[in-house]
């Protein structure tokens, strides 16, 4: 059975950093594109971004570019998002998902397959 387990969410002042982290298991986990993904109140889920299987290259939204670092450690099935100069705008439930397929359109919530419950964030201002 899959499980991603999102950990490390929480309130935070502008300006300041979270680390939110997923534990993967179940699936073949460096074989699988990472990707976080976020969803505030009324609004939809929304790419964050994605640490592709093979070589590690990375892409981000344009809203978090340079604030937001994604990492993988493949030996312990787990990725991180680094989040810092935090903003208001930021507060969303954080998704982690897993794309096994490899399917290209890592900015889709469509190309993962399986996913975590969601940790909150909260960012005052």
């Known amino acids: 059975q899959v499980q991603l387990v999102e950990s490390g969410g929480g309130l935070v002042q502008a300006g300041g950093s979270l680390r939110v982290s997923c534990a993967a298991s179940?699936?073949?986990?460096?074989?699988?594109?990472m990707g976080w993904f976020r969803q505030a109140p009324g609004k939809e889920r929304e790419f964050v971004a994605v640490?592709?299987?093979?070589?590690?290259?990375?892409d981000y939204a344009d809203s978090v570019k340079g604030r937001f670092f994604i990492s993988r450690d493949n030996a312990k099935n787990t990725v991180v998002l680094q989040m810092n100069s935090l903003k208001p705008e930021d507060t969303a439930v954080y998704y982690c998902?897993?794309?096994?397929?490899?399917?290209?359109?890592?900015?889709?919530?469509?190309?993962?397959?399986?996913w975590g419950q969601g940790t909150q964030v909260t960012v005052s201002s």
């Open positions: 998902a897993a794309d096994p397929r490899h399917g290209g359109y890592y900015y889709r919530a469509s190309a993962y397959d399986y």
């Open positions: 640490i592709r299987w093979s070589g590690g290259s990375t």
């Open positions: 179940g699936l073949s986990f460096s074989n699988c594109n």
